[in-house]
T-cell receptor
Framework: AQSVAQPEDQVNVAEGNPLTVKCTYS??????LFWYVQYPNRGLQFLLK??????LVKGSYGFEAEFNKSQTSFHLKKPSALVSDSALYFC???????????FGKGTRLSVIA | EPEVTQTPSHQVTQMGQEVILRCVPI?????FYWYRQILGQKVEFLVS????????KSEIFDDQFSVERPDGSNFTLKIRSTKLEDSAMYFC?????????????FGEGSRLTVL
């Protein structure tokens, strides 16, 4: 069965600094990896996904993520954080076919002005 | 931009009562899902639905839960006899096609409070 680990409950970063939100995965076969963001009292919004090809994936709002097969990681990054990036971030993985998307427990990002 | 809509946004009910949560997925989507999130924590899969039948369900989705798509647009989640631990945010999601690569599109959620 597939699973995702987000080792940090909370990440704090100063505005303008680079940010990283960590994610590692476990799946049989090829992983299909996703990042979602949740603002307070809102649904989950899709940010980006890795399917195949280039290990660096670019997504919405200036976010990008790096797929590392040897480390089974898919860390979310942004070169310069904004206060408006403060939210809950979820990593998710799907194995092959139509298996459900499995989410990590989430990481709360706080960007301080 | 098309979106998934959910009603009600918040429902308060007494333990043991039946609850129906409604969702209107994006119109050309074929795969439908319910997830739940307790207190802003982990997002947990409940059930997936395709071609008018359940394709997969989790351990959480026991006999108290049911889903249906009664009229080709609405997708409902019914909890027959609510328990305190059913209090959560319930998210509906959809996607246009199958296979492993497509992302889910989520609604804004229905907050269920069981007293």
């Amino acid at each position: 069965a597939q699973s995702v680990a987000q080792p940090e409950d909370q990440v704090n970063v100063a505005e303008g600094n680079p940010l990283t939100v960590k994610c590692t995965y476990s799946v049989s076969g090829n992983p299909y990896l996703f990042w979602y963001v949740q603002y307070p009292n809102r649904g989950l919004q899709f940010l980006l996904k890795y399917i195949t090809g280039d290990n660096l994936v670019k997504g919405s709002y200036g976010f990008e993520a790096e797929f590392n097969k040897s480390q089974t990681s898919f860390h979310l990054k942004k070169p310069s954080a904004l206060v408006s990036d403060s939210a809950l971030y979820f990593c998710a993985v799907r194995a092959s076919g139509n298996t459900p998307l499995v989410f990590g427990k989430g990481t709360r990002l706080s960007v301080i002005a | 931009e098309p979106e998934v809509t959910q009603t009600p946004s918040h429902q308060v009910t007494q333990m043991g009562q039946e609850v129906i949560l409604r969702c209107v997925p994006i119109s050309n989507h074929l795969y439908f899902y319910w997830y739940r999130q307790i207190l802003g924590q982990k997002v947990e899969f409940l059930v997936s639905f395709y071609n008018n039948e359940i394709s997969e369900k989790s351990e959480i989705f026991d006999d108290q839960f049911s889903v249906e798509r009664p009229d080709g647009s609405n997708f409902t989640l019914k909890i027959r006899s609510t328990k305190l631990e059913d209090s959560a945010m319930y998210f509906c999601a959809s996607r246009p096609s199958g296979g492993p690569t497509g992302e889910l599109f989520f609604g804004e959620g229905s907050r269920l409070t069981v007293l």
